[in-house]
């Protein structure tokens, strides 16, 4: 009996593919399993009814606390960016092929299914990893092999009797998890298309967020959090309630025009409030007891690490390399910062750690201990071959 693993998040683009892999590709059993890193309980349970009600096989595999302390963790760390955006659901995507991968391992599967497009990155990011862990496992990508369009998508699924909930008015794709929550599709494509109020769900608007600032304190240990105003809470916990916190004051709306992987640019809309906030703070708490090279290095390892997740290499073995850099730096990446929420900002009020590079009496104006005359020499020096270069050319 031939099995197929299909990675299923409840949405238009996996649910067509159950009956695809029945009268199409001719599988005798279809395995479904949705991975939660955060997404709404109700999408999970959406997702788990459509599996049974379609006869699948089904997994649900609650990966939170994973995907909290090996994934966003170490982005953190790396200040994970991307065109100036967290990385939100390209870090998610290898850790579902790697749950995926575990799910197939347990039912002798013979491929795998996903619902990527033809156009997107998640089809570099999953299939990498199922191809590094499982590589005699098939992989089909529907979408991609009959070059669907979403119109064609949804008329499938009334033809089928797959429920869905998108219409050809409302096409959006949506992609949640807790570190961040991605809208796309439809006119939303368009560059110039004023975004619905509608389309957000974790932030509010500036407009209509208090009056009143709300101040934080956020602790961390080793460059990751570990505290909001003096409580020690667990990763999940904390980045949950960093999102309604954020969220409820307006940071985090993020509207980008981004280059993906093969070349296309698209517009993307993104709510990341947890992760705008808390990376706000772990850059200032960096900046304050790192040396300067230190802080210019590490700008550029951080771009090439967010390059890579981006990409979906988790795994790769540059990222190991430039971990190691970033994490002997998260040693002294230690203390607090004092955030304040306004209406759409997130601004450093303060910041404190005992690994300070800061000396008040060396920096004040009535230092007693920095000899100003010792400075006569270096200032005469100063741009030297600058200089010279002007004499040389006339």
Known sequence: MSTVVLVYSGGLDTSVC??????????????????????PAADIKEAEDKANALGTEHY???????????????????????????V????????I????????????????????????????????????????????????????????????ARQKGVPVSQSVEKIWSIDENMWGRSIEGGRLEEPDFV??????????????????????????????PVSIDGQTLAPVDLIMKMNQIAGEHGVGRIDVMEDRMMGLKVRENYECPAAVAILTAHKALEALVSTRDEIRFKKLVDQEWGKLAYE?????????DLEAFINKIQERVIGTVKLRFYKGSVKVMGRASKYALYSEDLASFDSQTFDQTKMEGMVAIHGLQARMYREVRG
């Open 18 to 39: 159950i009956p695809m892999m029945r009268e199409d590709y001719g599988f005798d059993k279809v395995v479904t399993c949705t991975i939660d890193v955060g997404q």
């Open 97 to 156: 092929a790697l749950k995926a991968v575990e799910v197939a391992r347990k039912v002798g599967a013979d491929a795998f299914c996903h619902g990527c497009t033809g156009k997107g990155n998640d089809q570099f990011r999953i299939e990498f990893v199922m191809r590094a862990l499982m590589p005699q496992c098939g992989i089909i990508a529907p979408m991609r092999e009959k070059n669907m369009t979403r119109k064609w998508e949804i008329e499938y």
């Open 195 to 224: 975004p619905p109020e509608e389309i957000y769900k974790w932030t509010r608007s500036p407009q209509d967020a208090p009056i009143q600032p709300r101040d934080l304190e956020l602790g961390f240990e080793d460059g990751a």
């Open 312 to 320: 979906g290499l988790w795994f790769d073995p540059f990222k190991e």
């Open 60 to 86: 649900t595999i609650d990966a939170k606390d994973e995907f909290a302390r090996d994934f966003i963790f170490p982005a953190i760390k790396a200040n994970g960016d991307y065109e100036g955006y967290p």
């Open 88 to 95: 939100s659901t390209s870090i998610a995507r290898p850790l």
